[in-house]
Each structure stands twice: as structure tokens, then as C-alpha cells.
């Protein structure tokens, strides 16, 4: 039986017994992610992880850390929120594999204007679906309650994860050529940036999002939370099988500031526009807001979440080992000789 409760604490909006809530509920979904290296369970000071070294020469920790942004609002109007755990995991863990990394674990934080553990339970289960397709472990997190700075029905969420590669697999654009393939790798939506616009765009505040669209083949608010994908276990796979020269996740910024990136100086990437497949979501964002083509490249994914730059040679076999890990890679463009980074042609 916990002892901890604070009357004065509870008027003046924090009920840190709702915490302790949470926690329980939660505990059921950070099971499931449970990797071979976790040391600790929840509710410590720290989150404790042995890591396995065999093999590994030189081994490289590598970090990163991201939120959901405001495609929370979406989630908040639809009262679902199970799934935007999955965005804030593959955020992360999608920028600390462009470094050929593999994550180990992932920690949440969750600031509330009312903590209802439910809620949180909620969205603590779709973190935990995300590190399982990720395969890292959830350690640990933080939830805070914050009356009278946030609504009672706001909150917020972000995430850190922590890989390890060996310093002689790390992925080095520096062996990238002229020749070079550039594979896209599909995107599952808007994924989790850009959202600002979307709402302005979409009007969310003011549209019924359960309404059909024909366009999406599904209703507005399903096409709008859909979660990110998560390229890790394919990546990695692929890593295997192929040299990667290069490798740049899609998020904000677009194809204009992700891309150059992962190029060295001297040389480009010359992206066909015409084998970009457009997912529906986009054309129809671009039409309804009368965005200019170069802006949704400039912002948005286009329905590439990962591109992938490996030897021209072995693209194929690139292609065919993304395929069987479950993405399906396709050509998009190639490097060449040229002082912009970036050209879309």
C-alpha cells in the first residue's frame, strides 16, 4: 500500500495518487517490450540496461530524442490515443538508425493538464507497440501533471532512445559516388511533422473527422493519425546484406533539408519527381490549400519516409532484402556531380 498522498498537493491539481494509477495500468504493455539487456523495472530513479558487446569491436552509443508535435491535437479530438506513442517511438529511433545504429531502449515523458490513468495508459501502449517493432525495450519515462499551465484535456509527448553500432559498420556518406541509387522507402502517411498546416488546411477544429473521404479510402481523422512507419528492422536487415552509403529519414524540413544531410560536398542528389509515389493525403493537402508543389517537398514526406543511397551495383539486392523485411523499396533518383545537394527534376 503506497503511503504518499498530499492533500493540499491534490486542491491544488496534482493527484499524485492518479500517478501511481497510471503506473499500474501501464505496466502490462511495458512488458511486452522486454529485450534480453534490461536490468530494471519501472518505477526506479533509472531506467538500467546491459547492453551485449560481443562481437563489437569499438562499440558507439548513439542517441536521439523527439515529440509527436501538434498531430496530438488530432488525437485529442478523436479521443484516441493509443497510437501516437508509435509516432514519438519512430521519430527516434527512424533518425538514430540513419547512423546504422540498432536501438537498445526508449524513456516517454508525458506532461498532462490532468493525469487520468487511463489516458496514460493509452498512450503508453502505443510507445510500447512502437519499441516492439522497433525491438528496444521500454526502460522507464515521466509522467507530469501540470494544472493551470495546460487544460485539463491537454498534453504532450516526447521520447529518447539509445542504440549502439560498431564504430566500423557506423554509416559513412563519405564512400558515397557518382552512380550511387537512391531507393525510397514508402511512407505510412503524413507521419508526425507538418501538422500546423494540416490542421489549417484540414480546418480539424471545425470538420467532422469521422467523415468518408473517397479520395483517402478512409475517413479524415483515421488518414490523419495513422501512425509513422518504423523503418529500423528493415534498415538494419538491409544493412547486412548491402553497403549503405547513405541514408536520410523524411521528416521536417521535407526532401529539401533532409536529404542533404546524408550527401557530401561535391555531390547531389538528382531525384526523378515523377517516380516519387504521392500518397493521396498529399495531393489532397496541396490541392485544398493551394500549396505550391516546391512547399509540400519543402515540408512534407510525399509519401517517402526513408530514402536509402547504396552502390548502383547492389541496389537490387537492396531493394530485394527491404522487400522480405516487409518494405518495399523502389528507384528514385541517383548521385551525381554537382554543388547543390539536392536537385528534383
Not at 525495450?137 to 509527448?157: C, F, K, N, V
Amino acid at each position: 500500500m503506497n503511503q504518499s498522498h498530499s492533500g493540499f498537493y491534490a486542491a491544488a491539481g496534482v493527484d499524485i495518487e492518479a500517478g501511481y494509477q497510471g503506473v499500474k495500468l501501464m505496466r502490462r504493455h511495458v512488458q511486452r517490450t522486454l529485450i534480453p539487456g534490461v536490468v530494471s523495472d519501472i518505477g526506479g530513479f533509472g531506467g538500467l540496461f546491459a547492453p551485449d558487446l560481443a562481437g563489437m569491436a569499438e562499440p558507439i552509443l548513439v542517441s536521439g530524442t523527439d515529440g509527436v508535435g501538434t498531430k496530438l491535437r488530432i488525437a485529442q479530438l478523436l479521443d484516441k490515443h493509443d497510437t501516437v506513442g508509435i509516432d514519438c517511438v519512430a521519430m527516434c529511433v527512424n533518425d538514430i538508425i540513419c547512423t546504422g545504429a540498432k536501438p537498445l531502449f526508449f524513456l516517454d515523458y508525458i506532461a498532462l493538464g490532468k493525469n487520468v490513468p487511463e489516458k496514460v495508459a493509452d498512450i503508453v501502449a502505443g510507445v510500447a507497440e512502437g519499441c516492439v517493432q522497433a525491438g528496444c525495450a521500454l526502460i522507464g519515462g515521466e509522467t507530469a501533471e501540470h494544472p493551470g499551465t495546460m487544460a485539463p484535456e491537454d498534453y504532450d509527448l516526447a521520447g529518447f532512445s539509445v542504440g549502439i553500432v560498431d564504430r566500423k559498420k557506423i554509416i559513412d556518406p563519405g564512400t558515397m559516388q557518382v552512380g550511387d541509387v537512391i531507393l525510397a522507402l514508402p511512407s505510412s502517411g503524413i507521419h508526425s511533422n507538418g501538422y500546423s498546416l494540416v490542421r489549417k488546411v484540414f480546418d480539424v477544429e471545425n470538420r467532422d473527422l469521422g467523415v468518408y473521404s473517397d479520395e483517402l479510402g478512409t475517413t479524415f481523422g483515421e488518414a490523419l493519425l495513422q501512425p509513422t512507419r518504423i523503418y529500423v528492422k528493415p534498415v538494419l536487415a538491409c544493412a547486412e546484406a548491402v553497403e549503405i552509403h547513405g541514408l536520410s529519414h523524411i521528416t521536417g524540413g521535407g526532401f529539401y533539408e533532409n536529404i542533404p544531410r546524408s550527401i557530401p560536398d561535391g555531390l547531389c542528389a538528382r531525384i526523378d519527381r515523377n517516380q516519387i509515389r504521392v500518397s493521396p493525403i498529399f495531393q489532397l493537402l496541396q490541392k485544398l490549400g493551394d500549396i505550391p508543389e516546391r512547399d509540400m517537398f519543402n515540408t512534407y514526406n510525399m509519401g517517402v519516409g526513408m530514402a536509402v543511397i547504396v552502390p548502383a551495383q547492389q541496389a537490387d539486392e537492396a531493394a530485394r532484402t527491404l522487400k522480405n523485411a516487409g518494405c518495399e523499396a523502389y528507384p528514385i533518383g541517383e548521385i551525381v556531380a554537382n554543388s547543390e545537394k539536392i536537385v528534383l527534376c
